[in-house]
């Protein structure tokens, strides 16, 4: 670890809701793909609405993403995480640590982004396609691509604090336009998810209603961009999440 602080922890209304009575749930995997364009001098980020009728942060703005699935781990890809990417998702990794669960993770972000918004992160498909029986991904591999997580960027991590009806470990992903396979033409999706794909600047998207995290997340990503110009393979990973009654922030 390079730093590790204690800080205050946010409001709880900032957190999406009180904690609820009863046992905590144990957090579950989960990743998030944060798309990165330039337009001219204008640096932009894809986000997307959430429902009103969801019971998880509705009318929210939000990256795409989600939990884990089992099938994410057991895909087989040609278009390997960058080395430094994957030493860095193998760090404090709950659980059993594998590498198929932290490709899995950079997978998970692909297929969430592709559910929710019909963006393909991925190489046109040569040769035999990846064999699965998980319907979501046959669906992206029908596009005639395989999924390619060597531009992704592993930049944040987050633990949804105790209490919660729902808890996440999400992993925060970054990636640049120019590796998204459709980018002006995205594919078309039926999801309940996300209402709409929105191209914010930093400005732009700190003015919509964002849970805590997302705006935490916004707020380390234009530091991070306005100092070193990119997010490098090897770059430090923020991780902040609450320990006993302190809330911590450490860099991975």
Same mark, same amino acid.
């Given at each position: 670890?390079?730093?590790?602080?204690?800080?205050?922890?946010?409001?709880?209304?900032?957190?999406?809701?009180?904690?609820?009575?009863?046992?905590?749930?144990?957090? =579950?995997?989960?990743?998030?793909?944060?798309? %990165?364009?330039?337009? +001219?001098?204008?640096?932009?980020?894809?986000?997307?609405?959430?429902?009103?009728?969801?019971? !998880?942060?509705?009318?929210? !703005?939000? !990256?795409?993403? +989600? =939990?884990?699935?089992?099938?994410?781990?057991?895909?087989?890809?040609?278009?390997? $995480?960058?080395? %430094?990417?994957?030493?860095? %998702?193998?760090?404090?990794?709950?659980? =059993?640590?594998?590498?198929?669960?932290?490709?899995?993770? @950079? $997978?998970?972000?692909?297929?969430? @982004? #592709?559910?929710?918004?019909?963006?393909?992160?991925?190489?046109?498909?040569?040769?035999?396609?990846?064999?699965?029986?998980?319907?979501?991904?046959?669906?992206? $591999?029908?596009?005639?691509?395989?999924?390619? %997580?060597?531009?992704?960027?592993?930049?944040?991590?987050?633990?949804?604090?105790?209490? =919660?009806?729902?808890? !996440?470990? @999400?992993? #925060?992903?970054?990636?640049?336009?120019?590796?998204?396979?459709?980018?002006?033409?995205?594919?078309?999706?039926?999801?309940?998810?996300?209402?709409?794909?929105?191209? #914010?600047?930093?400005?732009?998207?700190?003015?919509?209603?964002?849970?805590?995290?997302?705006?935490?997340?916004?707020?380390?990503?234009?530091?991070?961009?306005?100092?070193? +110009?990119?997010? @490098?393979?090897?770059?430090?990973?923020? #991780?902040?999440?609450?320990?006993?009654?302190?809330?911590?922030?450490?860099?991975?």
């Amino acid at each position: 670890m390079s730093e590790r602080k204690i800080l205050p922890e946010p409001d709880p209304q900032m957190l999406d809701g009180k904690p609820v009575p009863g046992p905590s749930v144990r957090p =579950r995997d989960a990743a998030t793909l944060i798309v %990165l364009r330039n337009d +001219g001098d204008a640096r932009r980020v894809m986000m997307g609405k959430r429902h009103e009728a969801h019971k !998880f942060m509705p009318n929210k !703005f939000v !990256f795409p993403g +989600g =939990r884990l699935d089992p099938a994410d781990c057991r895909l087989s890809v040609e278009h390997h $995480l960058h080395p %430094l990417v994957e030493e860095k %998702l193998l760090v404090q990794m709950r659980g =059993r640590v594998s590498r198929a669960r932290a490709r899995g993770l @950079a $997978l998970a972000a692909i297929r969430e @982004a #592709f559910e929710e918004t019909g963006l393909i992160v991925g190489k046109p498909a040569h040769g035999k396609l990846p064999r699965t029986s998980d319907k979501a991904w046959q669906s992206f $591999l029908s596009t005639g691509y395989v999924p390619d %997580l060597s531009g992704l960027r592993y930049f944040a991590r987050a633990i949804t604090p105790p209490g =919660r009806p729902r808890r !996440f470990d @999400a992993r #925060f992903f970054v990636v640049d336009a120019s590796c998204v396979a459709n980018i002006d033409e995205p594919h078309v999706v039926d999801t309940e998810e996300l209402l709409d794909r929105y191209w #914010f600047t930093f400005e732009e998207a700190r003015a919509q209603e964002l849970p805590w995290i997302t705006r935490e997340i916004l707020r380390m990503l234009e530091e991070a961009l306005d100092k070193d +110009g990119e997010i @490098a393979p090897g770059c430090t990973v923020p #991780f902040q999440r609450r320990q006993g009654a302190d809330w911590i922030h450490e860099t991975i």
